[in-house]
């Protein structure tokens, strides 16, 4: 858990407690990570908006495949409350077994297509030096099922 000071969502007030107030309504709670910028309630402000602007642009991919990369990405850097919004996502999804094999790594358990996009995170996270034609032409080769979704991705958002 946060070891930080930070304003509990119980003692928000004003522009905080709105900001927490708007994601608890959509997640059911705000996360870690929103509740680690609690001390500047414009901060907090701004990354909500910030996040509902960035996460229904449209894309190819499924809501599953970018809270893969999200989260994934998250956890391979080491940064929970990064990951919390997506863990939510996630499981308010009902995708707790896509977390569980993400947390173990076992990339091997997903389909094909969100196995070559773990892998490919994986590896641009965690040696982005080692990336090589070979690792992009795996993942174009995943492309046509990675890229299911030809309608823009909407998710249940901020």
């Not at 907090?44 to 893969?68: C, D, G, M």
């Not at 569980?100 to 790594?105: E, F, S, T, V």
């Not at 090589?132 to 099922?145: F, H, K, M, P, T």
């Amino acid at each position: 858990m946060v070891w930080i000071r930070t304003i509990p969502p119980a003692d928000a007030t004003g522009r905080l407690k709105e900001a927490y107030d708007w994601q608890a309504s959509r997640l059911g709670q705000p996360t870690e990570f929103t509740q680690l910028g609690s001390l500047d309630a414009e901060v907090v402000h701004a990354r909500l908006i910030l996040y509902k602007a960035t996460e229904n642009v449209a894309s190819k991919l499924t809501f599953r495949q970018r809270e893969l990369i999200s989260y994934l990405t998250s956890i391979l850097n080491s940064t929970p409350h990064c990951a919390s919004l997506s863990r939510t996502q996630l499981g308010n999804a009902g995708e707790d077994d896509l977390i569980g094999i993400l947390d173990r790594g076992d990339y091997g358990r997903l389909d094909p297509a969100d196995a070559a996009l773990a892998r490919y995170v994986h590896k641009v996270t965690v040696s982005p030096g080692a990336v090589s034609e070979a690792d992009i032409e795996e993942l174009r080769a995943a492309g046509s099922a990675i890229s299911r979704s030809s309608t823009p991705t909407t998710a249940p958002r901020i």
